[in-house]
């Protein structure tokens, strides 16, 4: 049996007249059954399998192939898959129609048909998501769980169509994006990955795409908890301003929430892994009171399948002691830093891409700084790829002459990693 | 069976005296209210009861609500009192009792006060014990009887020294609480007979109109200093102004209370307090003037709730009780 737990991180004394309170909260998840009954997942592999594909001497079309293989030999009997292969237009490669139950058998018919993929056509990954959805509908009480590979941007479609596919996919599955190479868009591959409670990484190199579908399965394979929730209950007369995740990636969970009542809101996790722990920056504003007074900020709680299984307090102590209410707590402050870090990145390559190096040497060196603070040492060394750092303590950075586009983009595209709280 | 509400001792249902103390037990028509706590509305915006979770936030605000005993009230209508945790004790170690007794159509109003000493262990109970003994023991008065009222105050602030003295000490500290009661026949309708006692620095005033005449003097380090020819500044300035030279509990060695008593005109009233709300107007000007900013309040209850608020925006630093008789 899983057992979840709830842990708030906070300063609760609040200066008077003051109505802002912040809370960290980490949720964590053990011992979660090895094996989860096998009938209740869902598994779609898709890859892009447009023109481009063939290009580098059709190095990347057969490491796709490679990929996908190994990934379906990671599925575990029982388990619902398909394979999409995505053009202009989506199609199934495996099986013919709807979708196939893991077997010896069936992934062996599965490895057959992936190894003769033929790349040719554009790129419309609305219909990739599209066709994804419809599978995972056979099978709708599952665990849904897709990857997503392409090499290029979203040629052949309207921004909105992308849009509206993604639109309809929320809730019916996750999917975890990944970018082969440097022609495709990060800011596509993040829009799906957010909205499907996904990750995104990119994948520099064809010969690391194996090793990247092997370890994305067997993650998959270990989420036994299915429909995990966070629900935040706050006072009549308050607002939540934010809910983010922020480890171990931020992501921002604000505009995801369902209301189930008045004064609740729920915020869908998808499925939990046997042993997994995620922190959520809360940031709620609440109607003040009197010095002395506690109001209750908010009530976090969290639901599996309409079942509360943890809860925490966020709590506001009105006090005039100076020392109590000027305290930042250490685990906020971490998170506001590495939000803000992540914020820089973004500011910083944009202004780099825009040729404002006044603006992208500002930005590039706080964010070295803010990293260099926290202990985040992945970004730092991903910043030294494309600045010069003099001095990390001060943020003092000179930018790189020459940047590889791979190295821009895995730098944007792992700006939103986290680190937590050193020797926490 | 009923118990001795001097010492607690079981008593028979007909006696007349406690075999175990002596206290008599007469059989009156007291209201005697010792505050409880009933399941209430949230304190803060009044969503019912129903909606105040188990761990005491409200559903709808969030507010928390008061603990048990944090904030108490007990209103009979011509005798009220509210005790109040304050701002910055972690308990509130206050108590009253207020009581109406009617004899013959004359009505006798009795209320006690007492503060639980913060640097004692179970001081709330003691205070609470000592309260409810003294207000149990004044409510046997019988109302022609004024004469016997300085009689009865010197029983009743026994009986609080034994009930306080049965609170067993904690970590090696013994209890302690001070005391001040106040009974009042209402007989004749012109004037009213009085009398306060009292151990300890918890206060009694008379008041009627814009006038106010303290009635109790501190038994405090402060006002004997005073006495000794301190003036009151530098008396009150003194780190141990607020130590109290008398208090009940099983430590206390002067047990002896001063009581006085006085023929007061009608309409007027009896007020009691801790030291929670004289605090911050320490002076009988001072006190005057705060209760005469709360213009003509609807009720005792109203003008009793008025002073602890204005002791809670004042700093709140301990706790504050207030209980108000019609006289």
């Known amino acids: ?424 | 069976m009923p118990i001795c509400p001097s010492c607690g001792e079981s008593v028979p249902a007909n006696a007349r005296f406690c075999e175990a103390c002596g206290t008599e037990l007469r059989a009156t028509a007291a209201v005697v209210s010792s505050p409880s706590t009933p399941t209430l509305a949230c304190a803060s915006c009044g969503a019912p009861a129903a909606s105040i979770a188990a761990d005491g936030y409200c559903g709808q605000c969030g507010m928390k609500q008061p603990a048990p005993g944090d904030h108490r009230e007990v209103d009979l209508g011509p005798v009220a009192a509210v005790a109040d945790i304050g701002l910055r004790h972690h308990r509130n170690e206050d108590a009253f009792a207020i009581a109406q007794v009617d004899v013959d159509g004359a009505a006798v109003r009795i209320i006690v006060v007492c503060d639980g000493v913060s640097s004692t262990a179970d001081a709330d109970l003691a205070a609470q014990a000592a309260a409810n003994a003294a207000c149990a023991i004044l409510s046997t008065a019988a109302a022609t009887d004024t004469a016997t009222f300085e009689k009865l105050t010197a029983d009743a602030i026994a009986g609080a020294q034994l009930a306080a003295s049965a609170i067993p000490p904690k970590d090696g500290v013994t209890p302690s609480c001070t005391i001040v009661t106040g009974i009042a026949s209402l007989a004749d309708s012109a004037q009213a007979s009085l009398t306060v006692g009292w151990l300890g620095d918890s206060r009694a005033y008379w008041m009627r109109g814009n006038e106010l005449r303290q009635l109790s003097v501190d038994d405090s380090w402060a006002t004997e200093q005073i006495a000794a020819g301190w003036t009151e500044e530098d008396a009150y300035n003194d780190t141990r102004a607020h130590s109290i030279t008398r208090w009940l509990g099983a430590d206390a060695t002067e047990l002896e209370p001063r009581i006085e008593t006085l023929q007061v005109p009608r309409p007027s009233s009896l007020l009691l307090c801790s030291d929670g709300l004289w605090n911050y107007a320490p002076t009988t000007r001072a006190l005057a003037d705060r209760i005469a900013e709360q213009g003509t309040p609807a009720s005792n209850l109203a003008l009793a709730r008025a002073l602890t608020n204005f002791a809670r925006d004042a700093g709140g630093h301990d706790n504050i009780t207030v209980a108000i008789a019609d006289l």
């Open chain 1, 1 to 424: 049996m899983a057992t979840f737990t709830a842990e708030v991180f906070q300063n609760e004394y609040l200066a008077p007249n003051t109505d802002v309170v912040d809370a960290v909260v980490t949720v964590s998840v053990t011992g979660a059954p090895a094996v989860s009954t096998a009938g209740a997942a869902t598994e779609i592999i898709i890859v892009d399998v447009s023109g481009s594909m063939n290009e580098e001497g059709g190095r990347k079309m057969a490491a796709a192939r490679a990929a996908t293989v190994a990934a379906i030999e990671c599925i575990r009997d029982g388990v619902s898959f398909a394979v999409i292969g995505g053009r202009e237009h989506a199609a199934l490669i495996y099986p013919r129609r709807g979708l196939a139950v893991a077997s010896n058998s069936t992934r062996g018919e599965a490895r057959h048909l992936v190894e003769r993929i033929e790349a040719d056509g554009g790129t419309a990954i609305g219909t990739w998501l599209q066709l994804a959805a419809e599978l995972t509908a056979e099978n709708s009480n599952a665990i849904s769980h897709a990857i997503l590979l392409t090499d290029g941007k979203n040629q052949h479609q309207q921004p909105w169509e992308l849009e509206q596919a993604i639109a309809a996919c929320v809730g019916r599955f996750q999917c975890d994006c990944r970018g082969l190479g440097a022609d495709w868009n990060v800011g596509e591959l993040r829009k799906i990955a957010s909205a499907l409670l996904g990750t995104v990484d990119i994948i520099p190199d064809p010969d690391e795409l194996s090793a990247e579908f092997t370890a994305l399965m067997q993650h998959a394979m270990g989420k036994e908890v299915a429909g995990v929730a966070l629900r935040l209950w706050t006072p009549q007369g308050s607002t939540i301003e934010f809910v983010r995740q922020v480890a171990p990636a931020l992501e921002d969970l604000t505009a995801s929430a369902v209301p189930i009542n008045p004064l609740t809101k729920e915020y869908p996790l998808g499925a939990w892994g046997g042993d997994d722990s995620r922190d959520y920056h809360v940031r709620v504003r609440v109607p003040t009171a009197s010095v002395g007074d506690e109001r209750l900020a908010a009530r976090v709680m969290l639901f599996v399948d309409s079942a509360q299984v943890a809860a925490g307090l966020v709590r506001a102590v009105w006090t005039d002691d100076e020392a109590k209410s000027t305290r930042i707590n250490r685990q906020v402050a971490h998170y506001t830093g590495q939000a803000e870090l992540a914020d820089a990145i973004a500011e910083g390559l944009a202004a780099r891409e825009a040729g404002d190096s006044e603006t992208a040497t500002v930005k590039l060196g706080r964010a070295v700084q803010l990293a260099h603070d926290a202990g985040n040492d992945n970004t730092v060394k991903l910043l030294g790829k494309v600045v010069d750092v003099d001095d990390p303590a001060t943020g003092t950075v000179r930018l790189k002459r020459e940047v590889s586009a791979i190295d821009a983009m895995t730098l944007d595209v792992r700006s939103t990693r986290t680190v937590r709280v050193k020797g926490s």
